[in-house]
Every structure is written in structure tokens, then in C-alpha cells.
């Protein structure tokens, strides 16, 4: 088997890997990660990755390498759910207080004091307990507030990048790389198989 200059650089795991008569045109060492790119194939080897340690696609079925961001999604669903159930609960609360309905309510009385069976006692014991409802739901749509900013904070700092070697008719192969040496490592992939635009 004939080695390029960049396959005498290489470990023996990658030489290993080879076909007969496949070359390395591209190689690409990452923090925590190596992509290679050969005649044949692209390479793709993550010892510290959390997943797949290494995955390869064939060089006709590679579409793009590209950068995404990534973070924890649930984060991503918990921050709106707790905003939009907070800011509901919390002009919920204020509509209610500023309306004025409750102190209305509390002030209800029969002409001539002639409330028959309690009635006016009810319905004093409601307006207190649509005013506990009231606090509550003020209290309750602080909080969500509250804890949706701090998982959208959690989610923004838990987000990093990766790099998407998309293939056809398979999972894309993702490798955690850091800001600019991402951006770099997929032109020089899309490059190397000739899919870079001008």
C-alpha cells in the first residue's frame, strides 16, 4: 500500500484502518478528536468523546461538514414552558388586582341588610380566598420567571459546538470541537471533497 506524507505522520490506528490502496489527502487533529479524510473514506476518531469513539462514511455519501451549536434542550423546553406559564399566572394575578373585582366583592352588601342565610358571609370568605388565589398566582408567576431565566442561563452556558459530518442514509457524525478550530476543520473536510462554494 502506497502512503501519502501525511499517513507517515499518522498512529498505527489510523494506518490500521486503511483499505488497500486508500490514501490520506486530509488530516485533521482536533482538541480531543482526528478526522481524516481519505481516497475513499472520511475518518472520524473521538477516544474522549462521550459516544461513538470512531464512526466513518464513505467518501460519495458525505453531503457537508458544517458547525452546530449544541446545549441541553430540555433546558431549552423548561425555560419556555416556566416563562409562558409564569408570565400567564403573573397577568393573570395582576388583571385580577387591578380590576378591582375583589374589592368589590368584598363590599357587597344587601339593600337594607336584609342578606338571607349568610349569603354576605360567603361571599366576604370568597373575596379573601380569591385574594390568597390572587397572591398565589403572583407568587407562583415570580418564580417561574425566575427559574426560567436561571435555565436559560444554565442552557447558554452549556452550550458548545460541534462539528456535522452529514452522510446520506445515516446518522451524521458529530464531533465536540471548540469555536474556530471547528469552522476551520469543516472547510478544510469540505475542501478536501471538493464541496467548499466560492
Known sequence: ????????????R???????????E???ELDGARIAVTSHRVLAFMPEGGGRRFDHADRPNVLNASVQPTGHDSYLSWVIRSVVYGI???GGGFLIN????????????????QII?????????MAV????????????????LFVGFVLGAL?????????????????????PVNGKEAEDAARRIRTTLGREKA
Open 98 to 113: 387591578s380590576s378591582g373585582i375583589l374589592v368589590r366583592l368584598g363590599n357587597t352588601e344587601a339593600p337594607n341588610d
Open 117 to 125: 342565610g349568610g349569603v354576605g358571609q360567603m361571599i366576604s370568605s
Open 14 to 24: 489510523l494506518l490500521d484502518m486503511l483499505f488497500a490502496g486508500e490514501d490520506i
Open 1 to 12: 500500500m502506497r502512503q501519502s506524507p501525511l499517513s507517515e505522520a499518522s498512529d498505527d
Open 129 to 144: 380566598m380569591f385574594g390568597i388565589l390572587t397572591d398565589a398566582f403572583l407568587l407562583i408567576g415570580g418564580v417561574l
Open 88 to 90: 400567564i399566572l403573573l
Open 26 to 28: 486530509e488530516e485533521i
Open 155 to 175: 442552557y447558554f452556558v452549556t452550550r458548545s459546538e460541534e462539528l456535522v459530518i452529514e452522510r446520506a442514509g445515516r446518522e451524521p457524525i458529530y464531533v
